[in-house]
Structures are given as C-alpha cells and as structure tokens.
Nanobody, 123 residues
C-alpha cells in the first residue's frame, strides 16, 4: 500500500511563491510517474504536472506552463511542487498522485492519491 502525504499549503498573496511537498511511503517504484493535480471550488480535478519516477523527464498541463515546476528527491521519497507568480485562480486543494502511465493526465490513471493540501491566493 502506497501512502502519499502533502504539506506546505497555506495563504499567500498574489504574485507570491509556495513550495508543496509530497512524502511517499510504500512500494512507490511500481508507479510510472509522480505528479500533482488540483481541484478548484466548483470545478473538476485537473492535472498540473508530473515527473517520471525512474528518470528526469517531466510533462505538464498548459494551465501552469512556465509558473509551476516539479522536482524529486529519491533518497527521501519526496516530490516537490514549486509554484511562482500565484494568482487568485490558483486557489484550490492540491493533490499528490501516483500515476500508472507516464504521460497520462487522466485521473483514471492515478493509482494513489494524497489527502490534499489547501492553497489560498488572496490579498
């Protein structure tokens, strides 16, 4: 059983930055990629960005291109989401995810979800 625990959410001002962490435990090497989704109020869950578990390749959604980056520390079994130039529309619950297929942006291909962490962007 894989467990994913997000941390680092909170309240930030527009234009600010925030780094989220996802600590993984269990058999994470069975996953093709680790990534991040978010769910804004009243919206369906959307894909943000992911990284290949056994390599350095990344892929992302158009909504956050150029503002969000992903990194990984295999020694700590931790994935990070660095967010910059945050906007009010970035307010959402952010979820860490283990993805079974590299390149997939589909929630249906997520095998494990974190519990989510709230990010609020407001002045």
């Amino acid at each position: 059983q894989v467990q994913l625990v997000e941390s680092g959410g909170g309240l930030v001002q527009p234009g600010g930055s925030l780094r989220l962490s996802c600590a993984a435990s269990g058999r994470t090497f069975n996953s093709a990629a680790m990534g991040w989704f978010r769910q804004r109020p009243g919206k369906e869950r959307e894909f943000l960005i992911a990284i290949r578990w056994s390599g350095i390749n990344t892929y992302y959604g158009d909504s956050v291109k150029g503002r969000f980056t992903i990194s990984r520390d295999n020694a700590k079994n931790t994935v990070y989401l660095q967010m910059t130039n945050l906007k009010p529309e970035d307010t959402a619950v952010y979820y860490c995810a283990a993805v079974r297929l590299y390149g997939s942006r589909r929630s249906e291909d997520v095998t494990y979800w974190g519990q989510g962490t709230q990010v609020t962007v407001s002045s």
